[in-house]
């Protein structure tokens, strides 16, 4: 089973301010990866796919790099509604798909 | 527009059984694989079943398997996740996602989730 490691765990920032959210793989995933948002309540939404790709209806302030065993999340200026825990996950390889622990963003 | 909507959480006693549904809408449902997923209180996401387009590849995590059953009936765009012998490590709430094609792993629509709460 391919472990994901998020970090940190907690961001907290301001309205405008840039945020960075990392995730490793314990082997290579290639590019499979995918992150996803969950806001309180609400379902959780795929943000950017294939490590670099934004989904659809994605804001263009999110970008998403990397390959192999290290990838990073990108928010360039952060919006009110951007505050929630992020995800990353693998399909490199599956079953399981795993996700990482999460990285909350909250308001500083 | 992409909708998934889940029923049947609520309160059980451990060792019990309980049968989520999920009903998809605005996508050609017989074509596409389903996801299970759940989130525990005070931890992430955890997958735990997918079922594809016509129900002949299911796969589970090992701390499901035996015990839950996915099944899909694709003349009511429904997909249920059948719970037995439930555990209170089981309790979560659950959200059913659509697959990107029928089993790529990536999960593109997810419904808004249904919560399990397994109590002895």
């Known amino acids: 089973e391919i472990v994901l490691t998020q970090s940190p765990a907690t961001l907290s920032l301001s309205p405008g301010e840039g945020a960075t959210l990392s995730c490793r793989a314990s082997q290579s995933v290639d590019t499979y990866l995918s992150w996803y948002q969950h806001r309180p309540g609400q379902a959780p939404r795929l943000l950017i796919y294939?490590?670099?790709n934004r989904a659809r209806g994605i804001p263009a302030r999110f970008s998403g790099s990397g390959s192999g065993t290290d990838f990073t999340l990108t928010i360039s200026s952060l919006q009110p509604e951007d505050f929630g825990v992020y995800y990353c996950?693998?399909?490199?390889?599956?079953?399981?798909?795993?996700f990482g622990g999460g990285t909350k963003v909250e308001i500083k | 527009q992409v909708l998934l909507v889940e029923s049947g959480g609520g309160e059980v006693q451990t060792g019990r059984s309980l049968r989520l549904s999920c009903v998809a809408s605005g996508f050609p449902f017989k074509t596409y694989g389903i996801h299970w997923v759940r989130r525990a209180p005070d931890k992430g996401l955890q997958w735990i079943t997918f079922i594809s387009h016509d129900g002949g590849r299911r796969d589970y995590a090992d701390s499901v398997k035996g015990r839950f059953t996915i099944s899909r009936d694709n003349s009511k765009n429904t997909v249920y996740l059948q719970m037995n012998t439930l555990r209170r490590e089981d309790t979560a709430v659950y959200y059913c996602?659509?697959?990107?094609?029928?089993?790529?792993?990536?999960?593109?629509?997810w419904g808004q989730g249904t919560r399990v709460t397994v109590s002895s």
């Open positions: 294939d490590a670099s």
């Open positions: 996602a659509k697959d990107h094609d029928d089993g790529s792993g990536e999960l593109d629509y």
């Open positions: 996950q693998q399909r490199d390889s599956w079953p399981p798909l795993t």
